[in-house]
């Protein structure tokens, strides 16, 4: 079993249209993101998020760890407006 020693950290910048947060993953732990800008990140698990067609949504200034078991699919984002980052780790 795996034990989670090595982290995956990345820094995705907002935008008005869908960015790729978390691409599929052979295996893992756990994904976890933190909304740093002052607009919500609308997360999708699968491809193409929007305001309308979105998984979760997080706050500004917000964290959302993702549920077990882990989904381990593609995951996108959109920013209700422009600015700041998704910081994104998994493990």
């Not at 249209?17 to 976890?32: E, K, M, P, W, Y």
Request: charged share 5%; net charge neutral; no cysteine.
């Amino acid at each position: 079993m795996s034990t989670g020693q090595s982290a995956t950290l990345a820094s995705v910048a907002s935008s008005a249209t869908s960015v790729n947060i978390f691409t599929t993953a052979g295996g893992g732990l756990a994904r976890v993101v933190f909304n740093d800008s002052t607009a919500v990140l609308y997360l999708k698990f699968g491809f193409t998020a929007s305001t309308t067609s979105h998984t979760v949504q997080i706050a500004a200034g917000g964290y959302y760890e993702f549920p077990q078991p882990l989904f381990l699919g593609n995951v996108d984002g959109i920013w209700a407006s422009a600015n700041g980052f998704a910081r994104s780790t998994s493990w």
